[in-house]
């Protein structure tokens, strides 16, 4: 299924850390947090100003982006868990 998200909406797919041990504790998946860090699959064509112009997403498809905790909806399309949010969600790009 292809997914084109509207307005300032960008499309991530969350990039999983490594998994890290310290000795022999295993830390249950309940217990960890959800990455903040994630790759761009798709972007919206922008916002739109007070005259009606659209205004240029600064992310596009491909881009590595830092995002908050608790920012955006968590969608699952094909199987594949994504996360849907606003431009002004986004931290930071990757590079």
Do not use: C
Request: without cysteine; hydrophobic residues 35%; charged residues 35%.
């Amino acid at each position: 299924m292809k997914v084109r998200p509207l307005s300032d909406r960008v499309l991530v797919e969350r990039i999983e850390e490594e998994e890290k041990k310290v000795g022999n504790i295993v830390i249950p998946d309940t217990a960890k947090e959800k990455p903040q860090k994630g790759k761009v699959v798709a972007a919206g064509p922008g916002s739109r100003n007070e005259k009606g112009d659209v205004n240029p997403m600064e992310v596009k498809e491909g881009d590595t982006v830092l995002f908050g905790k608790y920012a955006g909806t968590d969608v699952k399309i094909d199987g594949v868990e994504y996360l849907i949010l606003k431009e002004n969600d986004i931290l930071a790009i990757v590079e």
